[in-house]
């Protein structure tokens, strides 16, 4: 076995006479049999750096097979899915949550599907700048745009950093993105929070066109939410943390539901989500000149 093995962290274990519930982030499993000692035993020692075959040496309990039902259990990876500077910089736990949706055969091959990708970034730059670092480290290429630029090269996933509503950033993004086959994602960081998305992919229902429609019209309602901030607020890490998960997850195909059609509004102080929903504009001419024949978006 040529696989380096790691467990996903933090990982609890509860054994009780021959019978182990074993919790990853991601995944609950009760395993059973004489042998239960020894898996939890080998799941400890995977640590991501030794290889396979060298734990194997280890004890005679263990073995390939037990590995190999290991990474199918989704109670360990092969740590060669991380790349190896994400990892340096102790960013791997952002890619672990994703691994479930991704097939064994596909995690091997991570770090350079992860390579061929590009993210272009629009709007404020400064409270995304820990997920360009995050991506870079993964070997995503980043580009950052002025809101006057017309890309030259067509990126995987946009991101729109938003500060105000109609701030000249979001119709460049939202052109872009009618005009290529790119998900967009929009995140804003707030002064009790943020906002994050939605999450346009190329055949959502709407666009930011409808979405700021509906803005407008709620504007006599005093639901304009207009404050943006900079600097170094308390929820930034969790902030940057939530984005690059899902900007990774945009990049693999492996999209959250919770953002189809709705947008995340999160309170740090009070602990309060709300998702409002996002509705299409009945006659958007964004929308409309993406796919004027099919009408596939709304
Ligand atoms: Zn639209």
Redesign the pocket.
């Known amino acids: 076995m040529d696989s380096y093995p790691a467990t996903y962290s933090p990982t609890g274990y509860g054994i009780h006479d021959d019978e182990a519930v074993v919790r990853t982030p991601h995944t609950l499993k009760t395993i059973q049999g004489d042998n239960v000692t020894a898996v939890c035993e080998l799941l400890a020692a995977m640590d991501g750096t030794t290889a396979a075959r060298d734990l194997l040496d280890r004890r005679d309990e263990w073995d390939a097979e037990t590995i190999e039902s290991l990474y199918a259990a989704g109670l360990a990876y092969d740590a060669r899915a991380i790349p190896d500077e994400l990892q340096a910089n102790d960013w791997g736990g952002l890619l672990e949550p994703i691994l479930p949706a991704v097939s064994q055969a596909r995690r091997q091959e991570l770090p350079a599907t992860l390579t061929a990708q590009s993210v272009g970034v629009f709007g404020e730059q400064e409270p995304v700048t820990g997920v360009c670092d995050r991506l870079r480290a993964a070997g995503v290429s980043v580009t950052t745009h002025e809101p006057s630029d017309t890309p030259s090269t067509a990126p995987d996933v946009i991101l729109l950093s938003e500060a105000l509503e109609r701030s000249p950033a979001w119709t460049t993004a939202n052109d872009h993105w009618a005009a290529a086959s790119a998900t967009l994602v929009k995140t804003r960081l707030t002064e009790t929070g943020w906002r994050l998305g939605p999450v346009l992919t190329p055949t959502a229902g709407?666009?930011?066109?409808?979405?700021y429609?509906r803005v407008d019209a709620n504007k006599a309602g005093g639901r304009l939410i207009s404050e943006t901030i900079g600097g170094d607020p308390p929820y930034l890490r969790a902030y940057t943390d939530t984005v690059t998960e899902l900007i990774f997850r945009a990049l693999l195909g492996a999209l959250p539901r919770y953002l189809d059609e709705q947008f995340v509004v999160y309170d740090h102080y009070d602990g309060n989500i709300e998702t409002p929903r996002v509705f299409?504009?009945p006659h958007?001419?964004?929308?409309?000149r993406a796919t004027p024949a099919e009408g596939g978006?709304r």
Do not use: T
């Open positions: 709407a666009c930011l066109d409808c979405v429609s299409a504009s958007c001419a964004v929308c409309e978006h």
